[in-house]
């Protein structure tokens, strides 16, 4: 399994972004897909989850209401929207899947595979 993500860039604070994450898979696949982030001089971080098979989201509380994580089986993509965006959102971004099925999980360990991340900037 590979994954792809990208979408990064530099923006104002206010501002909105969408990240993509492309996902080669077998079809058919249920995978857990997390969002995670590190900030410079930080541990990284749970943003939130998508179920790949049903779309339930789950996500932590630093980013509710203002980010959305949704998915395109046709294209393969899992895509974090991000609006409201902060200063404090300033991280590398990276999605990873869980290929044990379907149940929330946000626990790093328990993603096998990572995509390269992308990094996101706010100033403000």
């Known amino acids: 399994v590979q994954l792809q993500a990208s979408g990064g860039g530099l923006v104002q604070a206010g501002d909105s972004l969408r990240l993509s994450c492309v996902v080669s898979?077998?079809?058919?696949?249920?995978?857990?897909m997390g969002w995670f982030r590190q900030a410079p001089g930080k541990e990284r971080e749970f943003i939130g989850w998508?179920?790949?098979?049903?779309?339930?989201?789950s996500y932590a509380d630093s980013v509710k209401g203002r980010f959305t994580i949704s998915r395109d089986n046709a294209r393969n993509t899992v895509y974090l929207q991000m609006n409201n965006l902060r200063p404090e959102d300033t991280a590398v971004y990276y999605c990873?899947?869980?290929?044990?099925?379907?149940?929330?999980?946000?626990?790093?360990?328990?993603?096998?595979?990572w995509g390269q991340g992308t990094l996101v900037t706010v100033s403000s």
């Open positions: 990873a899947a869980d290929p044990r099925g379907g149940s929330y999980c946000p626990y790093i360990p328990d993603y096998e595979y």
């Open positions: 898979r077998r079809t058919g696949t249920n995978y857990g």
């Open positions: 998508i179920n790949w098979t049903t779309g339930s989201t």
